[in-house]
T-cell receptor, first 115, second 114 residues
Framework: GAGVSQSPSNKVTEKGKDVELRCDPISGHTALYWYRQSLGQGLEFLIYFQGNSAPDKSGLPSDRFSAERTGGSVSTLTIQRTQQEDSAVYLC?????????????FGEGSRLTVL | AQSVTQLGSHVSVSEGALVLLRCNYSSSVPPYLFWYVQYPNQGLQLLLKYTSAATLVKGINGFEAEFKKSETSFHLTKPSAHMSDAAEYFCALGESGGYNKLIFGAGTRLAVHP
């Protein structure tokens, strides 16, 4: 597709369930990022993938969060045993490369609501 | 530590009035600075960026921002607001020489009224 695609756009789940969020970056972009957007708190960095390098996982808030990127393209963010504080919009972005000041292209996000 | 502070979570202006959205940063290395805009139900898109060339940066839709090292600021301005400018605006900080692990401010929601 022309832009970054995320699915699902909305997800409502019960506390304790696992969820998977998917990101399909722009074709040819080697860098992929996950951010979390909570109400009134801006964007919080979660994880960064660059090519075949080891990902920067420094922003993941707990070991319930994990992400993978298969074949240098599609990425999945998994949240295990969801908690109410996990409710937020999860944004994926990609860029042509991870270096310098290249533009990040964002998807529309996946809104997660944990009941 | 790096940080970004946006002063004012909500700003309201009249159509045709000056828009001024404030951003201050803290960085121990020369920064890259960005403004992104998020329209309702859309992803963020880049308005403009500063990368140590010209200190006055012009972006899309008539917006511009000036990098002031002495004030550690990167305020966003537009001379005349349009109704279509209503959106949320995010200031972001990156490290020169680093990769695009941007630190975002909390955002400023701009309302434009007739």
């Amino acid at each position: 597709g022309a832009g970054v695609s995320q699915s699902p756009s909305n997800k409502v789940t019960e506390k304790g369930k696992d969820v998977e969020l998917r990101c399909d970056p722009i074709s040819g972009h080697t860098a992929l990022y996950w951010y979390r957007q909570s109400l009134g708190q801006g964007l919080e960095f979660l994880i960064y993938f660059q090519g075949n390098s080891a990902p920067d996982k420094s922003g993941l808030p707990s070991d319930r969060f994990s992400a993978e990127r298969t074949g240098g393209s599609v990425s999945t963010l998994t949240i295990q045993r969801t908690q109410q504080e996990d409710s937020a919009v999860y944004l994926c972005a990609s860029s042509l490369s991870g270096e310098g000041a290249g533009e990040l292209f964002f998807g529309e996000g996946s809104r997660l609501t944990v009941l | 530590a790096q940080s970004v502070t946006q002063l004012g979570s909500h700003v309201s202006v009249s159509e045709g009035a000056l828009v001024l959205l404030r951003c201050n940063y803290s960085s121990s290395v020369p920064p890259y600075l960005f403004w992104y805009v998020q329209y309702p139900n859309q992803g963020l898109q880049l308005l403009l960026k500063y990368t140590s060339a010209a200190t006055l940066v012009k972006g899309i839709n008539g917006f511009e921002a000036e990098f002031k090292k002495s004030e550690t600021s990167f305020h966003l301005t537009k001379p005349s607001a349009h109704m279509s400018d209503a959106a949320e605006y995010f200031c972001a900080l990156g490290e020169s020489g680093g990769y695009n692990k941007l630190i975002f401010g909390a955002g400023t929601r701009l309302a434009v009224h007739p």
